[in-house]
T-cell receptor, first 112, second 112 residues
Framework: KAGVTQTPRYLIKTRGQQVTLSCSPI?????VSWYQQTPGQGLQFLFE???????NKGNFPGRFSGRQFSNSRSEMNVSTLELGDSALYLC???????????FGSGTRLTVV | GENVEQHPSTLSVQEGDSAVIKCTYS??????FPWYKQELGKRPQLIID?????GEKKDQRIAVTLNKTAKHFSLHITETQPEDSAVYFC???????????FGKGTKLTVNP
Protein backbone atom coordinates (compact mmCIF):
# COMPACT_ATOMS: atom_id res chain seq x y z
CA LYS A 1 0.00 0.00 0.00
CA ALA A 2 1.58 3.27 -1.10
CA GLY A 3 2.10 5.93 1.56
CA VAL A 4 1.47 9.64 1.38
CA THR A 5 3.45 11.09 -1.52
CA GLN A 6 4.61 14.67 -1.61
CA THR A 7 6.26 16.34 -4.56
CA PRO A 8 8.67 17.84 -5.05
CA ARG A 9 10.97 16.87 -2.17
CA TYR A 10 13.05 20.03 -2.42
CA LEU A 11 12.44 23.47 -3.82
CA ILE A 12 14.49 26.63 -3.98
CA LYS A 13 12.58 29.77 -4.85
CA THR A 14 13.31 33.47 -4.96
CA ARG A 15 11.53 35.96 -2.73
CA GLY A 16 8.39 37.23 -4.43
CA GLN A 17 7.80 34.11 -6.50
CA GLN A 18 4.99 31.66 -5.96
CA VAL A 19 5.10 27.93 -5.41
CA THR A 20 2.74 24.96 -5.62
CA LEU A 21 3.24 21.80 -3.58
CA SER A 22 1.45 18.52 -4.20
CA CYS A 23 0.24 15.77 -1.90
CA SER A 24 -1.22 12.42 -2.91
CA PRO A 25 -2.89 10.70 0.04
CA ILE A 26 -3.07 7.02 0.80
CA UNK A 27 -5.66 5.35 -1.39
CA UNK A 28 -9.06 5.62 0.25
CA UNK A 29 -8.10 8.50 2.51
CA UNK A 30 -10.35 11.49 2.00
CA UNK A 31 -8.90 13.89 4.55
CA VAL A 32 -5.70 15.80 3.81
CA SER A 33 -4.09 18.28 6.16
CA TRP A 34 -1.09 20.53 5.67
CA TYR A 35 1.45 21.62 8.26
CA GLN A 36 4.43 23.93 8.24
CA GLN A 37 7.41 22.73 10.26
CA THR A 38 10.17 25.08 11.33
CA PRO A 39 12.89 24.68 13.99
CA GLY A 40 11.61 25.83 17.34
CA GLN A 41 7.99 26.22 16.21
CA GLY A 42 7.08 22.60 15.73
CA LEU A 43 4.23 21.77 13.39
CA GLN A 44 1.88 24.62 12.60
CA PHE A 45 -1.52 23.76 11.10
CA LEU A 46 -2.25 25.31 7.71
CA PHE A 47 -5.54 23.74 6.57
CA GLU A 48 -7.56 20.57 6.27
CA UNK A 49 -9.58 19.31 3.32
CA UNK A 50 -12.19 16.61 3.10
CA UNK A 51 -14.04 15.73 -0.08
CA UNK A 52 -12.80 18.89 -1.80
CA UNK A 53 -14.02 21.14 1.04
CA UNK A 54 -11.77 23.11 3.36
CA UNK A 55 -13.03 22.35 6.85
CA ASN A 56 -10.52 24.29 8.88
CA LYS A 57 -7.78 26.82 8.40
CA GLY A 58 -4.87 27.84 10.60
CA ASN A 59 -3.55 31.30 11.38
CA PHE A 60 -1.58 31.93 8.23
CA PRO A 61 -1.85 34.89 5.85
CA GLY A 62 -3.96 34.70 2.74
CA ARG A 63 -0.82 34.07 0.67
CA PHE A 64 -1.21 30.45 1.74
CA SER A 65 -4.00 28.63 -0.02
CA GLY A 66 -4.92 25.11 -0.92
CA ARG A 67 -7.35 22.91 -2.70
CA GLN A 68 -8.35 19.30 -2.99
CA PHE A 69 -9.35 17.45 -6.11
CA SER A 70 -12.03 14.81 -6.59
CA ASN A 71 -9.39 12.07 -6.34
CA SER A 72 -8.39 13.46 -2.91
CA ARG A 73 -5.05 14.74 -4.12
CA SER A 74 -4.29 18.13 -2.65
CA GLU A 75 -2.17 21.10 -3.55
CA MET A 76 -1.08 24.06 -1.53
CA ASN A 77 0.06 27.34 -3.01
CA VAL A 78 2.14 30.09 -1.49
CA SER A 79 2.24 33.38 -3.35
CA THR A 80 4.65 36.29 -2.97
CA LEU A 81 7.18 34.16 -1.13
CA GLU A 82 9.02 35.64 1.84
CA LEU A 83 12.26 34.46 3.44
CA GLY A 84 10.28 33.37 6.50
CA ASP A 85 8.33 30.87 4.39
CA SER A 86 11.40 28.64 4.28
CA ALA A 87 10.29 25.46 6.03
CA LEU A 88 9.40 21.81 5.69
CA TYR A 89 5.81 21.49 4.48
CA LEU A 90 4.15 18.27 5.53
CA CYS A 91 0.87 16.85 4.47
CA UNK A 92 -0.97 14.11 6.29
CA UNK A 93 -3.88 11.96 5.27
CA UNK A 94 -6.45 9.89 7.09
CA UNK A 95 -9.68 8.14 6.21
CA UNK A 96 -11.96 10.81 7.65
CA UNK A 97 -10.32 13.38 9.91
CA UNK A 98 -7.53 14.27 12.24
CA UNK A 99 -7.35 10.87 13.93
CA UNK A 100 -4.75 8.43 12.67
CA UNK A 101 -2.81 10.81 10.46
CA UNK A 102 -0.11 9.37 8.22
CA PHE A 103 2.42 11.97 7.19
CA GLY A 104 4.24 12.31 3.91
CA SER A 105 7.98 12.92 3.78
CA GLY A 106 7.48 16.59 3.17
CA THR A 107 8.64 19.26 0.75
CA ARG A 108 11.55 21.35 1.94
CA LEU A 109 11.11 24.87 0.61
CA THR A 110 13.99 27.31 0.70
CA VAL A 111 13.32 30.93 -0.17
CA VAL A 112 16.38 32.99 -1.10
CA GLY B 1 -8.43 27.69 20.40
CA GLU B 2 -6.42 24.75 21.64
CA ASN B 3 -2.88 25.27 22.93
CA VAL B 4 -0.46 22.44 23.70
CA GLU B 5 2.60 22.92 25.87
CA GLN B 6 5.33 20.26 25.82
CA HIS B 7 8.23 19.76 28.24
CA PRO B 8 11.13 19.34 28.28
CA SER B 9 12.38 20.63 24.95
CA THR B 10 15.48 18.44 25.19
CA LEU B 11 16.07 15.27 27.16
CA SER B 12 19.23 13.21 27.44
CA VAL B 13 19.23 9.78 29.08
CA GLN B 14 21.53 6.80 29.36
CA GLU B 15 20.66 3.64 27.50
CA GLY B 16 18.38 1.50 29.64
CA ASP B 17 16.96 4.42 31.61
CA SER B 18 13.38 5.64 31.35
CA ALA B 19 12.29 8.84 29.61
CA VAL B 20 9.18 10.87 30.35
CA ILE B 21 7.77 13.68 28.22
CA LYS B 22 4.85 15.76 29.47
CA CYS B 23 2.22 17.80 27.66
CA THR B 24 -0.62 20.01 28.80
CA TYR B 25 -3.59 21.15 26.75
CA SER B 26 -6.04 23.97 27.22
CA UNK B 27 -9.32 22.88 25.61
CA UNK B 28 -11.34 20.50 27.75
CA UNK B 29 -13.23 19.43 24.61
CA UNK B 30 -10.10 17.78 23.20
CA UNK B 31 -10.62 14.04 23.14
CA UNK B 32 -7.78 12.39 21.22
CA PHE B 33 -4.08 12.61 22.02
CA PRO B 34 -1.50 11.07 19.65
CA TRP B 35 2.26 11.00 19.94
CA TYR B 36 4.55 11.18 16.93
CA LYS B 37 8.23 10.30 16.58
CA GLN B 38 10.34 12.09 13.99
CA GLU B 39 13.82 10.82 13.28
CA LEU B 40 16.31 13.16 11.68
CA GLY B 41 15.37 13.86 8.08
CA LYS B 42 12.29 11.68 8.20
CA ARG B 43 8.56 12.17 8.46
CA PRO B 44 6.68 12.12 11.77
CA GLN B 45 5.29 8.70 12.56
CA LEU B 46 2.47 7.85 14.93
CA ILE B 47 3.78 5.73 17.79
CA ILE B 48 0.87 5.65 20.21
CA ASP B 49 -2.39 7.46 20.86
CA UNK B 50 -4.99 7.66 23.59
CA UNK B 51 -8.63 8.70 23.69
CA UNK B 52 -10.18 10.73 26.46
CA UNK B 53 -12.19 7.81 27.85
CA UNK B 54 -8.98 5.90 28.66
CA GLY B 55 -6.48 6.74 31.40
CA GLU B 56 -3.51 4.72 30.24
CA LYS B 57 -2.36 2.76 27.22
CA LYS B 58 0.74 0.61 26.74
CA ASP B 59 2.54 -0.79 23.75
CA GLN B 60 5.66 -2.74 24.66
CA ARG B 61 8.18 -0.19 26.02
CA ILE B 62 5.94 2.80 25.37
CA ALA B 63 3.04 4.00 27.51
CA VAL B 64 0.88 7.09 27.54
CA THR B 65 -1.13 8.38 30.50
CA LEU B 66 -3.91 10.93 30.46
CA ASN B 67 -5.26 13.05 33.30
CA LYS B 68 -8.38 14.78 31.98
CA THR B 69 -8.99 16.72 35.15
CA ALA B 70 -5.55 18.30 35.07
CA LYS B 71 -5.53 18.41 31.27
CA HIS B 72 -2.18 16.78 30.88
CA PHE B 73 -0.81 13.64 29.26
CA SER B 74 2.57 12.01 29.28
CA LEU B 75 4.70 9.65 27.20
CA HIS B 76 6.78 7.10 29.04
CA ILE B 77 9.55 5.13 27.35
CA THR B 78 11.19 2.39 29.39
CA GLU B 79 14.50 0.61 28.77
CA THR B 80 15.53 3.26 26.26
CA GLN B 81 17.72 2.30 23.32
CA PRO B 82 19.86 4.46 21.01
CA GLU B 83 17.27 4.02 18.23
CA ASP B 84 14.75 5.83 20.44
CA SER B 85 16.75 9.01 19.79
CA ALA B 86 14.44 11.35 17.87
CA VAL B 87 12.13 14.31 18.27
CA TYR B 88 8.82 13.42 19.89
CA PHE B 89 5.67 15.49 19.38
CA CYS B 90 2.48 15.34 21.38
CA UNK B 91 -0.79 16.59 19.93
CA UNK B 92 -4.36 17.22 20.92
CA UNK B 93 -7.37 16.79 18.67
CA UNK B 94 -9.99 19.45 19.06
CA UNK B 95 -13.27 17.66 18.62
CA UNK B 96 -15.18 18.86 15.58
CA UNK B 97 -12.37 21.07 14.32
CA UNK B 98 -10.62 18.36 12.31
CA UNK B 99 -7.23 19.61 13.28
CA UNK B 100 -4.42 18.40 15.48
CA UNK B 101 -2.59 20.97 17.56
CA PHE B 102 1.00 19.93 18.20
CA GLY B 103 3.43 20.68 20.98
CA LYS B 104 6.79 22.11 19.98
CA GLY B 105 8.57 18.80 20.37
CA THR B 106 11.11 17.12 22.64
CA LYS B 107 14.50 16.10 21.32
CA LEU B 108 15.37 12.84 23.05
CA THR B 109 18.97 11.63 22.99
CA VAL B 110 19.77 8.15 24.29
CA ASN B 111 23.46 7.79 25.05
CA PRO B 112 25.00 4.32 24.65
Amino acid sequence: KAGVTQTPRYLIKTRGQQVTLSCSPISGHRSVSWYQQTPGQGLQFLFEYFSETQRNKGNFPGRFSGRQFSNSRSEMNVSTLELGDSALYLCASSPAGARGYTFGSGTRLTVV
Amino acid sequence: GENVEQHPSTLSVQEGDSAVIKCTYSDSASNYFPWYKQELGKRPQLIIDIRSNVGEKKDQRIAVTLNKTAKHFSLHITETQPEDSAVYFCAAYQGGSEKLVFGKGTKLTVNP
